[in-house]
C-alpha cells in the first residue's frame, strides 16, 4: 500500500505551478472561481482535477446524485455485472476533492458576464466556465421515435433506467425471437459499442436462448473495428448475428412502436426487441449556450479546449468537434485533464505544456476475448489529430484475448477511481 | 532549502533524460536548459504527464492485470517505458504512450513518480 493518491498529485501539480508562476489570484484578494456542468466523466475528472489543486474554488452542477458508466453496461445487458457495480455516487468528489456541488441543471450560460442559471433559479459567477453535457439524442429524426417510443424501443445509449428496460426486455424475449439494433450515423457515442452489444448480448442468448438471432440494422457502411466483429462473431456466434449496410437497407426511416417493427427505405423489420439508437448531437445546454455549430457539437481550441465560439468557455467530452478523438469516456478524461491544465493556467499564471491526449479503448466480444485500441492525438492546424494508432489483431491467441478482457476489468476499476476519487 | 531541493531534481531529472539518450545511443547534447527554466518546467509537466497514468494504473490496487506504478523507482520506470517504446508486445496502450514521450518528458514523468513514491514511504 502506499500514500500515493491522486489527490496529492493534483496538490503537488498545483503547488508546483503556484511556486513558480506568479499566482495573481492567489497572492490577490480571492481565489479564482470555476464552475463545471454536468457530471459524467469530462465533468468529474475536470472537477476533481482542478478541486486537487488547492488554489481554485471549484463548483460542479449535476441534478443527479450518481453516475451510472455507460462503459460496461453491455456487460450489464448480458448479465456479466450488475448495474450497481458500474454506478458511482458524486458524493466522494464533494468529500475528498474540494468541490462544492450542487444538485441541479444549468438552464442558461451568460458568457459575456461570466454567469450560470441554474433552474432552482441560483445564479453562479464564474472566472472560467467547463461545459460538459455529453450527447443529446435527435429524437425525430427517425419517425415515430421519440421520448416515448424510447419506453417501448430503448436506446440504451445513456446508461441507467434505459439500460435496466433493454436489459428486462432481452431476459424476457421468447428464445428464437429477433433483437433489432438500429445503429447510428457517424459521429457518436463510443464507436464500437453498438457492436460489442451485439457480440454479449448473443453471448447471453448462446446460453439461454440459443435460436434467437441478431439483426443489426446500421445507417453506415463500415463501423469501428469491423475485421475483429465479423471474425469474434464467426468464431463465437455462428450464424447468430446478421449486419446490414446502409447500402443495402437505405436509411433507417421509421419505427412503429405498436408493431415494434423498423422501416427502412427498402424493407420492413419486425422485432421481439427492438434496440433503437438515434443519430447524436452535443447536450441541449451547449446548443442554448451558442456553443454548437452547424454540426451540432461544440467547436473548440485543440490546446485549451475552450470553445470558439464563447470565450472563457470550456467544452470536453463527447460534445465537442472532436476531430479524430473518438467520443469515448476514455477521450473525455484525457481532454479534462488538458483542459483542467489549461485553465489553472490561465487564472493561475501557471506553466502549460502541450497537451498529451488519449484514446484507450476495451471492447468485449466475449466474456473472455476482449481487444483493445490505442491512440494518440496532437493539435494541428486547429484540430485534433491522430499521431499513433495500435490496435489488437485479427488471429491473436485466446490467451492474448483472455489478458486483454483481464486488463479491460483492471482499467474499469483504475479508471472509475481517477474520475470519481474512489474505488469500485 | 527549496532551491536546494529544486536544483537536485534538476539534476536528478536531467541525469535521467541523459541517460535515456545514452541508452538510445542518441546525442546527450540538445538537452542543456537553464536550470532555473528546467525545474519549473520539468517538475511540472511531470505531474502533468503523470495524471495521464491515472487513467489505467490504480493508485492502490494492482491485482487486476494492470500492474501499479506508485512504488517503482524512476530507473524502474524509464527502462520498463524504453522496452514499451521499443515493441508493440505487449500492451498496445503502452506502446502508444512511451511514443508520444520526449526523453525530457519521460525522465521528468519517472523523476516525478518516483518522487511520489519516496514521500508515501516516509512515516
Known amino acids: ?424 | 532549502m527549496k532551491r536546494v531541493r529544486r536544483a537536485a531534481i534538476v539534476s536528478r531529472v536531467k541525469g535521467l533524460a541523459a541517460e535515456i539518450r545514452w541508452l538510445l545511443g542518441v546525442s546527450l547534447c540538445a538537452i542543456l536548459l537553464s536550470a532555473a527554466n528546467s525545474a519549473a518546467a520539468d517538475v511540472s509537466q511531470g505531474a502533468q504527464i503523470a495524471a495521464t497514468c491515472a487513467s489505467c494504473h490504480h493508485p492502490t490496487d494492482g491485482g487486476q492485470a494492470i500492474p501499479p506504478i506508485a512504488t517503482l523507482d524512476e530507473q524502474a520506470i524509464v527502462k520498463a517505458m524504453l522496452a514499451f517504446r521499443a515493441s508493440e508486445s505487449p500492451s498496445h496502450v503502452m506502446h502508444a504512450v512511451a511514443l508520444s514521450l520526449s526523453d525530457d518528458e519521460l525522465a521528468a514523468t519517472a523523476r516525478y513518480l518516483a518522487d511520489r513514491a519516496n514521500a508515501g514511504r516516509q512515516p
Request: hydrophobic fraction near 45%; aromatic fraction near 10%; charge should be neutral.
Open chain 1, 1 to 424: 500500500m502506499t500514500d500515493w493518491t491522486r489527490r496529492q498529485i493534483g496538490g503537488l501539480a498545483g503547488g508546483a505551478m503556484l511556486a513558480v508562476a506568479a499566482p495573481h489570484f492567489v497572492r490577490g484578494q480571492g481565489r479564482a472561481k470555476v464552475v463545471v456542468i454536468g457530471g459524467g466523466i469530462g465533468g468529474a475528472t475536470v472537477a476533481r482535477y482542478l478541486g486537487d489543486m488547492k488554489s481554485i474554488d471549484v463548483t460542479l452542477v449535476e441534478p443527479n446524485s450518481t453516475h451510472v458508466t455507460c462503459f460496461f453496461s453491455n456487460l450489464y445487458l448480458a448479465g456479466l455485472r450488475s448495474l450497481a457495480s458500474l454506478t458511482f455516487g458524486l458524493e466522494t468528489l464533494a468529500e475528498g476533492h474540494d468541490i462544492t456541488i450542487i444538485r441541479d441543471s444549468a438552464v442558461a450560460i451568460d458568457p459575456a458576464g461570466k454567469a450560470v442559471e441554474l433552474r432552482g433559479g441560483t445564479k453562479l459567477s464564474y472566472d472560467r466556465l467547463v461545459v460538459a453535457p455529453g450527447i443529446a439524442l435527435k429524437f425525430g429524426e427517425i419517425e415515430g421515435y421519440d421520448e416515448d417510443a424510447a419506453k417501448i424501443m430503448p436506446h440504451a445509449w445513456v446508461a441507467g433506467p434505459q439500460s435496466e428496460l433493454l436489459r428486462q426486455q432481452i431476459k424476457s424475449m421468447d428464445d428464437g425471437g429477433v433483437f433489432v439494433i438500429a445503429a447510428p450515423p457517424n459521429p457518436f457515442r463510443c464507436p464500437p459499442a453498438p457492436y460489442e452489444r451485439a457480440s454479449l448480448v448473443a453471448y447471453y442468448f448462446k446460453q439461454f436462448k440459443p435460436k434467437s438471432k441478431i439483426l443489426i440494422l446500421d445507417a453506415k457502411d463500415k463501423f469501428s473495428g469491423q475485421e475483429l466483429f465479423q471474425d469474434a462473431w464467426s468464431r463465437h456466434y455462428p450464424g447468430m448475428i446478421e449486419w446490414l449496410p446502409s447500402q443495402f437497407i437505405g436509411a433507417i426511416k421509421a419505427v412503429d412502436v405498436a408493431a415494434r417493427s423498423v422501416v427502412t427505405e427498402g424493407e420492413t423489420f419486425r422485432a421481439a426487441v427492438a434496440n433503437i439508437i438515434p443519430a447524436q448531437k452535443a447536450g441541449l445546454i451547449a446548443e442554448k449556450a451558442g456553443l454548437t455549430d452547424a454540426s451540432g457539437w461544440c467547436p473548440v481550441d485543440p490546446v485549451t479546449f475552450e470553445s470558439t465560439l464563447q470565450p472563457g468557455v470550456h467544452v470536453i467530452g463527447d460534445s465537442i468537434v472532436g476531430g479524430d478523438m473518438p467520443k469515448s469516456a476514455f477521450s473525455a478524461n484525457s481532454q479534462a485533464k488538458a483542459c483542467a491544465f489549461a485553465v489553472a493556467a490561465s487564472l493561475t499564471g501557471s506553466p502549460q505544456f502541450p497537451p498529451h491526449l488519449f484514446n484507450a479503448c476495451y471492447t468485449f466480444l466475449a466474456p473472455d476475448d476482449a481487444f483493445t485500441n490505442a491512440l494518440t492525438f496532437a493539435p494541428e492546424g486547429g484540430r485534433l489529430k491522430t499521431v499513433k494508432m495500435f490496435i489488437s489483431k485479427v488471429g491473436e491467441s485466446p490467451e492474448t484475448r483472455r489478458r486483454t478482457a483481464l486488463h479491460a476489468v483492471g482499467w474499469y476499476s483504475a479508471f472509475t477511481a481517477d474520475v470519481f476519487g474512489g474505488g469500485s
